[in-house]
């Protein structure tokens, strides 16, 4: 399992930014996709975006396409995602989680072996 932390999270204004990071150790991080989930309270965990090991693919739900994006510094094992144009409903603990396997990247939170410890977003009308 790889180890991933967090960080960038805060308080906002809606229609502001913010960028994630998540920096990650103790595994080949170009062997790894990387996701971007959130959870907020009372609801189930959901898939934002994710993007493949060398960087060339990636997937986002349909929610923050055009608003989020991610990406990755494989130099310094780590893995982004920019946020513009929030909304008060984009408030949640958001995650990154680490997967090797076939497809390259999974929708379900059980498809992702590694997880952070969460850092919290939170949009203010």
């Known amino acids: 399992q790889a180890q991933l932390a967090e960080s960038g999270g805060g308080l906002v204004q809606a229609g502001g930014s913010l960028r994630l990071s998540c920096a990650a150790s103790g595994r080949t991080f170009t062997s790894c996709a990387m996701g971007w989930f959130r959870q907020a309270p009372g609801k189930e965990r959901e898939i934002l975006a994710a993007?493949?090991?060398?960087?060339?693919?990636?997937y986002y739900t349909d929610s923050v396409k055009g608003r989020f994006t991610i990406s990755r510094d494989n130099a310094r094992n780590t893995v982004y995602l920019q946020m513009n144009s929030l909304k008060p409903e984009d408030t949640a603990v958001y995650y990154c989680?680490?997967?090797?396997?076939?497809?390259?990247?999974?929708?379900?939170?059980?498809?992702?072996?590694?997880w952070g410890q969460g850092t919290q977003v939170t949009v203010s009308s």
């Open positions: 993007i493949s090991g060398i960087g060339g693919s990636t």
């Open positions: 989680a680490a997967r090797i396997g076939i497809p390259w990247y999974a929708k379900s939170p059980a498809g992702y072996d590694s």
